[in-house]
C-alpha cells in the first residue's frame, strides 16, 4: 500500500475514490481494528506520522481532516446527548413546509420500501443537519435510540462530530463512514453513507439523504444508490417547482434580534446560526464595501483576535451561503442579504416609530461581547429610543419601558408618565416606578 504526504502532516491511505469507505478486497476485522486504532490515539491527542503511527495509513483525509474540525468544535467523542431541537407539532410543521416533503414520496419509494426488509434506516434532514424524518426498520430505529439519531435531533458535523448526514452537508459532497471512522463512540457500532440534496433551480443545499445500519452500508454500491436517489430527488424537485404557479421564496434575511438564536431564512428555510456566523454576516452586511480579515478580527474581537481564524469562519461561512456569496479582499457579500437590523432602520427612516417597534423584539445579539456589534447594538438602540421619545405615544412608551432596553431608562419612564392620565390607576404605577428609578439610580 502506498501513501502520500498531505498538507496536515499525515501520511494517509490513498486507494482510490476518498469517498468511499469500504471497498471489496477489505478484511472488515482488520479495518475496524486499524480504525479503531487510530480513533483511540487521536482523542488521546496523538497526531504522529505514520512512520510511528502505522494505524494511520488506514485513515481516509476526508476523515481525519472531519476529525480535526469536531474536535476543534468541541465536540464530546463521549457525550452524545437526547435532547432533540424539534418535537410534537413544532416538528409536524417544520418538515411539512420544508422542500425535502416534496421528495419524500421518491425517497421512501427508492430506499425506505427495501430498507425495511434489510434492517437499515432511512434518513431525510434539513440542510442544518436537523433530523426530519427516520424510516426503515422498527428494531434499528430502537437501537438508533441510544444514539439520539431520532427524528428532531440535530445530526450536523459541528454538533456530534463526523457523520455522513452531517459531514455530507458540511462538504457538499456525498460521503460514507464506517464504524469507528464515526467522531463519537456511541456511533461506532454502525455504518452510514449519505449525499446532499440541492434546490434545483438555485443550487442551495435543502438538506440529506442518508443510509444508516451495519458494515454493508458503507460499501461503495449504497453509496451510488444514494447519489441516485438524489437524482431522482432534484429530478422531482425541479418538476415540482417548474409546474408551481408559486415559486419558493429567494429571499434570505439575517435575523440577529432578541434573545432568540440567530437565523438565516433562505427560500422558505430558517438555518439557525452559531454567534460568532451570525456576528460575521452582520458585520459584512453592514459593511458592504467589504472588510480586511485585519479589520473584522478587530471588530469580532477587541483583543486582537487571529485573522487567520477570521479566514476559516470566513471559510464554514461561504460554505453556508454558497460559493459564489462570499467575496475576498476585501471579505464582501456578493449577494443580497436583507437583515431585521435594517428593518427597523427603514421604519425610523420614514418616520413609522410604531413599525419599527413591532420589528424589535430586542437588541442585537444581546450575548455578543463583539465591539463591533456592540456598537451596532448601541446605536440602534440609541436610534429607536430618540423615535419614541419623539413620537411621545403611550403605547409604545409602555412597550419600551417594559422591554429590556427600556426597564431602566429614566427618561423614557418620564416620557411615558407624561402621556398618562393623572387619574388613571397606571399613572400611579409609573409614578412609584420611577420613584424607584429614583432611589436606585441616586438622581
Known sequence: MTGKREGN?????????????????????????????????????????????????????????????????????????????????????????????????VVRKLLVEDAAEAGLLVAISDAEGRLLWVEGDSKAKDRALAMNFVEGADWSEDRVGTNAPGTALALDHHVQFFGAEHFSRAVHDWSCSAAPVHDPLTGQIIGAIDITGGPRVAAVEVLSLIRATVLAAESELRLHLLNSPEPLDTTTQLRVLGSDRPSLTRGGERIRLSQRHAEILLLLADHPEGLSADHL????????????????????????????????????????????????????????????????PGPILPRSLAPGITELRTELRGCLRAALLTAGDRRLLGQWTSSVDGRDDVAAWTAYLASLDR?????????????????????
Open 9 to 105: 502532516g499525515l501520511n494517509t491511505t490513498s486507494r482510490g475514490n476518498p469517498w468511499v469507505a469500504v471497498r471489496p478486497d477489505d478484511d472488515l476485522t482488520q479495518l475496524t481494528q486499524r480504525v479503531s486504532s487510530a480513533h483511540r490515539s487521536f482523542l488521546e491527542g496523538v497526531d504522529l506520522m505514520p512512520t510511528l503511527r502505522p494505524e494511520y495509513y488506514s485513515v481516509r483525509p476526508v476523515v481525519l481532516d472531519s476529525w480535526r474540525r469536531s474536535r476543534s468544535n468541541g465536540v464530546n467523542p463521549d457525550d452524545f446527548g437526547d435532547g432533540v431541537d424539534l418535537d410534537g407539532l413544532d416538528l409536524q410543521r417544520y418538515r411539512s413546509a420544508h422542500p425535502t416533503a416534496l421528495i419524500r414520496p
Open 297 to 360: 478580527a478587530m471588530l469580532l474581537d477587541e483583543s486582537e483576535l487571529d485573522p487567520v481564524t477570521v479566514r476559516a469562519e470566513l471559510s464554514r461561512v461561504r460554505k453556508l451561503l454558497g460559493v459564489n456569496s462570499l467575496g475576498s479582499r476585501p471579505y464582501r457579500l456578493l449577494m443580497e442579504l436583507d437583515t431585521d437590523v435594517n428593518e427597523v432602520r427603514r421604519a425610523l427612516g420614514r418616520g413609522d416609530a410604531a413599525a419599527a417597534m413591532r420589528a424589535y
Open 423 to 443: 387619574q388613571s390607576s397606571m399613572y400611579a404605577q409609573v409614578k412609584s416606578k420611577l420613584a424607584l428609578l429614583d432611589r436606585r439610580l441616586g438622581i
